[in-house]
Structure formats: structure tokens, C-alpha cells
T-cell receptor, first 110, second 112 residues
Framework: EDKVVQSPLSLVVHEGDTVTLNCSYE??????LLWYKQEKKAPTFLFMLTSSGIEKKSGRLSSILDKKELFSILNITATQTGDSAIYLC??????????FGPGTRLSVLP | DSGVTQTPKHLITATGQRVTLRCSPR?????VYWYQQSLDQGLQFLIQ???????AKGNILERFSAQQFPDLHSELNLSSLELGDSALYFC???????????FGNGTRLTVT
């Protein structure tokens, strides 16, 4: 059965800290891995990774995929209170279905 | 704003009733996905449509059904509602096969 695991499930840091969120997967016919940020309502798209070893960056956020070891990490540097959210990892497979992990709840304290 | 519109935002109904949730995808997106999110289950895939045809099915209950219309909007019908159906129901759309999903703000369903 397709599975996406995220760790930690919950994390509390202070503003300015750097955090690393982990996502590992067991999915048949992998196509791509995606990261989303969910605040109060809709998950919003952050990154889509299809190739191993290529880092994607957007401001203080960056992500990289390791297809050999079947995992990805999402880094957030110099965290701000506005980064507080649930971060979801999802994997797209050839069945064209996105399988989501349980999410990491990040709380950034002032 | 993702461009995906879901209505209604909130729905409160009684057990045994039937409801319809509506979704309008982003302009140009042909694929529509439905997900259920509850506190203890995370985002669970229900069903996907592409240009009017069902493409993939998840653990969707037989009491639930969906369709995508020629104008590409989609409806999710939930019948014989049970307390356990209370959840946030998201619609998402994408332009194509290898494209990310863009989510609507969800419909919060409460079954009393």
C-alpha cells in the first residue's frame, strides 16, 4: 500500500531558528513529490520535485529530493511566526493520485 | 486565492440526510480531485475526474458519489450521512497530469 510518512509530527521553535521537516515514501510508480503549507484553510502549493538531488528554493524555504533513499526534506531558515502552519508532503504516482502524509505541525514562537 | 471555488463554506445537517458540495476549478484546469480531511485521518483521496470522466477512485464510500459536468464544475454528493462523515471536504484542480494540485477553501460538513 502506498505510504507517505512525515516527521516530526509536531515541532515548536522560536523565531530565527532553522527547521528541517522530513518526508519519506513508499509508492509504486513514483512521479513527483510535492510540499504544501496549510494554515487555516486550503493547502497552498510550495514545491514540486521530480529529479533527485536538485534543490528548489523560494526565499527562506528550500527542498530537495533523494529518489534513491525515497525521502525529501523541507528546510525553513530564519523562521518567522507567519511560518506557523501544517506542512504537508504529497507524492504523485502513475495512477495520477496524490497520496498525502499526515503533516508536520510547526509552531514558531516570537 | 487559488482560483478554486467551493460552496457552501459550511454545512450543518442531521444524520440520514443528503448533501451536495460544489466545486468550480481554476480556469483552464481539466482535472478535479476530491479529498476528505478529518482530524485523525489527514487528507484522504476520494475521487478524481478529468474532463468529465472518472479517472481514479480512492476509499470513497458507496454512499458518496461525484460527477464532473461539461463546464468542468464538479459536485460531490453525500447521502445517508453519519456522524463520522463530519469533516472538511476539499476540492482541488490541476491543469494536467504532472501538475500540482490547487485547493479550494473547503466545505466544512457537520453532521449532528
Amino acid at each position: 500500500e502506498d505510504k507517505v510518512v512525515q516527521s516530526p509530527l509536531s515541532l515548536v521553535v522560536h523565531e530565527g531558528d532553522t527547521v528541517t521537516l522530513n518526508c519519506s515514501y513508499e509508492v509504486t510508480n513514483f512521479r513527483s513529490l510535492l510540499w504544501y503549507k496549510q494554515e487555516k484553510k486550503a493547502p497552498t502549493f510550495l514545491f514540486m520535485l521530480t529529479s533527485s538531488g536538485i534543490e528548489k528554493k523560494s526565499g527562506r524555504l528550500s527542498s530537495i529530493l533523494d529518489k534513491k533513499e525515497l525521502f525529501s526534506i523541507l528546510n525553513i531558515t530564519a523562521t518567522q511566526t507567519g511560518d506557523s502552519a501544517i506542512y504537508l508532503c504529497a507524492v504523485l504516482h502513475y495512477g495520477q493520485n496524490f497520496v498525502f502524509g499526515p503533516g508536520t505541525r510547526l509552531s514558531v514562537l516570537p | 486565492d487559488s482560483g478554486v471555488t467551493q460552496t457552501p463554506k459550511h454545512l450543518i445537517t442531521a444524520t440520514g440526510q443528503r448533501v451536495t458540495l460544489r466545486c468550480s476549478p481554476r480556469s483552464g484546469d481539466l482535472s478535479v480531485y476530491w479529498y476528505q480531511q478529518s482530524l485523525d485521518q489527514g487528507l484522504q483521496f476520494l475521487i478524481q475526474y478529468y474532463n468529465g470522466e472518472e479517472r481514479a477512485k480512492g476509499n470513497i464510500l458507496e454512499r458518496f458519489s461525484a460527477q464532473q459536468f461539461p463546464d468542468l464544475h464538479s459536485e460531490l454528493n453525500l447521502s445517508s450521512l453519519e456522524l463520522g462523515d463530519s469533516a472538511l471536504y476539499f476540492c482541488a484542480s490541476s491543469v494536467g497530469v504532472d501538475s500540482p494540485l490547487h485547493f479550494g477553501n473547503g466545505t466544512r460538513l457537520t453532521v449532528t
